[in-house]
């Protein structure tokens, strides 16, 4: 089992920065790929950023060149770098995790992440 824990959420400006934290516990040798997704009140959920064992990402195209997702496995604990915010950025922030390896951002989300996080707001304003 792995537990998840977002935080780092709030509230700016458009054209701020937020760093978003995820701190995971349990049996976190086993997570290939993390992930960062959001929703936003009456969308789907989206995908945002992955990051594998092997410290490769891959980025949604909304955020390129704008967010950064990392991880120090020290810390056992997944960053998101947000910066450049824009309003369409608003909404909830969750991570997750999977054993299974990825160079993408999954599909089928539901299905290849075991483990999610409760979820951080970010709310950009204009």
């Known amino acids: 089992q792995v537990q998840l824990a977002e935080s780092g959420g709030g509230s700016v400006q458009a054209g701020g920065s937020l760093r978003l934290s995820c701190a995971a516990s349990?049996?976190?040798?086993?997570?290939?790929?993390m992930a960062w997704f959001r929703q936003a009140p009456g969308k789907e959920r989206e995908g945002v950023a992955t990051?594998?064992?092997?410290?490769?990402?891959s980025y949604v195209d909304s955020v390129k060149g704008r967010f950064t997702i990392s991880k120090d496995n020290a810390k056992n604990t997944l960053y998101l770098q947000m910066n450049s915010l824009r309003p369409e950025d608003t909404a909830m922030y969750y991570c997750a995790a999977a054993r299974y390896y990825c160079t993408v951002i999954p599909r089928a989300p539901d299905q290849f992440f075991a483990y999610w996080g409760q979820g951080t707001q970010v709310t950009v304003s204009s």
């Open positions: 990051i594998n064992s092997s410290l490769m990402t």
């Open positions: 349990g049996y976190t040798s086993s997570s290939r790929c």
